[in-house]
């Protein structure tokens, strides 16, 4: 609808703060990395265990076999209790813990381009994609993800590299920089987004999903729970304040491709009707999560992204005894 966009003169290319996204700006996203503590590193671990190949903690080793020890081998890997046993040195074989792919699939549709808050639904979901984006690579992370929207859908492989995570957010860029009001949605474009996931996704892969909270239909949970038997899953559903509540401005009136509609926002059935819709999303978005026994953290446009995330990463932090 009309109401949903303040800039819709606005030239697409041009960056504005909160309403649409630069590269540079999601670049410098690296910096804020570690204000976020996503993965554990060897002196801190992070709360979010039940994600990625090692819970969302940091790689090690792990113990692989015995052998009979050949020159050039580390001699602090000597195996002493079989060495004593049998008379010969034998050494200990380690390999490391194999990374899962980190795969990133981010909306950026028309009904993300929207916001009363900080920001617009799109700009946020863009900023949240590109720390977690950073995170991973930074942690020596393969990663890579799909960008989703109302007509396109671009996806990259998930790979090590600067260059490709580089390639996911300029095509992340370039989309939300073309979002308009006078889009035509595609209502299945989660759906479609999901489906491909769970095609290209192998067995183990951490599929971290950030889409708009109204997008959860009874086809795009089906297919979250089918990605989720041979996923890892991180729901972050968006949404702004006026997804929950009407504002009280009176009679408002809303214009889209020649329809009309007029609401009285002073109403009370009305307030109460949208505020249950609002509570009814919100509340299955858990459901879905206790379901799947994977984490959720809904972000606001009310709010800055990072001191969001960080506040859900600190509520699951386990209280220190003293």
Request: aromatic content about 6%; charged content about 25%; glycine content about 4%.
């Amino acid at each position: 609808m009309s109401w949903q966009s303040r800039d819709a003169m606005q030239p697409y290319l041009i960056p504005q703060p909160g309403i649409r996204v630069s590269l540079a700006e999601l670049i410098e996203m690296r910096h804020r990395v570690r204000e976020v503590q996503l993965f554990s590193t060897p002196s801190r671990r992070s709360p979010l265990i039940g994600l990625h190949h090692s819970k969302l903690r940091g790689r090690g080793v792990d113990f692989d076999q015995v052998r009979v020890y050949q020159a050039g081998d580390d001699v602090r890997s000597i195996d002493w209790r079989v060495t004593a046993r049998t008379q010969e040195p034998h050494t200990k074989l380690f390999h490391e813990e194999r990374e899962r792919p980190i795969f990133i699939l981010v909306e950026q549709s028309r009904r993300l381009f929207f916001g009363s808050g900080l920001m617009f639904k799109s700009v946020l979901a863009a900023q949240a994609a590109a720390l977690i984006g950073w995170a991973a690579l930074i942690h020596n992370d393969r990663v890579g993800g799909l960008v989703f929207g109302d007509n396109e859908h671009y996806e990259i492989k998930p790979r090590r590299s600067k260059q490709s995570l580089l390639q996911l957010l300029n095509r992340l860029v370039r989309i939300n920089q073309s979002l308009h009001t006078e889009i035509a949605a595609d209502r299945d474009a989660f759906g479609i987004a999901l489906r491909r996931a769970r095609e290209v996704l192998r067995p183990g892969s951490l599929a971290v999903v950030l889409c708009d909270e109204r997008a959860l239909s009874d086809a795009a949970e089906q297919q979250l729970s089918l990605l989720s038997r041979h996923c890892d899953l991180l729901l972050l559903p968006l949404s702004d304040p006026l997804d929950h509540a009407l504002p009280a401005a009176g009679l408002l009136r809303f214009a889209e491709r020649g329809a009309q509609l007029e609401l009285d926002t002073l109403d009370p059935q009305l307030r109460q009707t949208y505020r249950a819709q609002g509570e009814e999303r919100a509340a299955r978005w858990e459901l879905l999560a206790q379901k799947l026994r994977v984490p959720l953290m809904p972000l606001s446009t009310q709010r800055e992204m990072v001191e969001q995330l960080r506040e859900y990463l600190n509520a699951q932090r386990p209280v220190k005894q003293k």
